[in-house]
């Protein structure tokens, strides 16, 4: 088992920024891609973005490319995702996720845990 929890959301201004935060803990964090998920009210999960083990495969959804950031530090079994340039359409329950294997996949059904997710509200 893998558990996750996310931090870091909030309420934020549109324009401005936020990072998140994903915690690791119960097995090698090394041995899994990790991905950022979210869903607003009214609407699908949708994809964001992903970063293999080793952190050198990294893919992003289109509707972020350019304002959001992934990365992880190994050695702090964490994922953060840096959202700059915050629209009022990010606001959502933003989910951590882990997949085992070590792939990186924009694909939902392939990630093995979830965390509980934390609320990004973008006012205008």
Request: proline share 1%; net charge positive.
């Amino acid at each position: 088992q893998v558990q996750l929890v996310e931090s870091g959301g909030g309420l934020v201004q549109a324009g401005g920024s936020l990072r998140l935060s994903c915690a690791a803990s119960g097995r090698t964090f090394t041995n899994y891609a990790m991905g950022w998920f979210r869903q607003a009210p009214g609407k699908e999960r949708e994809f964001v973005a992903t970063i293999s083990r080793s952190g050198l495969s990294i893919y992003y959804a289109d509707s972020v490319k350019g304002r959001f950031t992934i990365s992880r530090t190994n050695t702090k079994n964490t994922v953060y995702l840096q959202m700059n340039s915050l629209k009022v359409e990010d606001t959502a329950v933003y989910y951590c996720s882990a997949r085992s294997g070590g792939i990186a996949t924009i694909t939902e059904y392939e990630y093995d845990y979830w965390g509980q997710g934390t609320q990004v509200t973008v006012s205008s």
